[in-house]
């Protein structure tokens, strides 16, 4: 189990970026845009970063639903490799068996 600290935090920067998503692409298109001025770019610059850091896509970090695991994600099952081959091994996940040959 990861620490329920780091859960939480990462679950806070989920929450954040979803918030500032629009604004954040919106400056990033006047930034981008080679039709604004160079006044605009700054000024859409300077809003970009007066924006939490938790704020962007980036910061986010993938991590398994059921530890929390951010190591050996496997993004098709939303679980670390672990737990993923438990729950194979199991039976739980349809269509999934473990190879043998």
């Given amino acids: 189990m990861a620490k329920t600290s780091l859960v939480y935090r990462n679950l806070k920067r989920v929450k954040m970026s979803e918030k500032y998503s629009n604004a954040r692409n919106k400056c990033k298109e006047i930034i981008m845009s080679k ?8 000024q859409a610059l ?5 924006m939490p850091r938790n ?11 059921i530890t929390g695991r951010p190591r050996g994600y496997y ?7 672990n737990e ?13 068996k473990k190879s043998s040959w």
């Fill in 35 to 42: 039709e604004t001025s160079m006044d605009e770019k700054m």
């Fill in 46 to 50: 300077f809003k970009l970063q007066e």
């Fill in 55 to 65: 704020s962007a896509k980036v910061r986010i970090r993938n991590r398994c639903r």
């Fill in 75 to 81: 993004r098709k099952f939303d679980l670390a490799r």
């Fill in 84 to 96: 993923l081959r438990d729950m194979a091994s199991f039976g739980e996940i349809p269509g999934l």
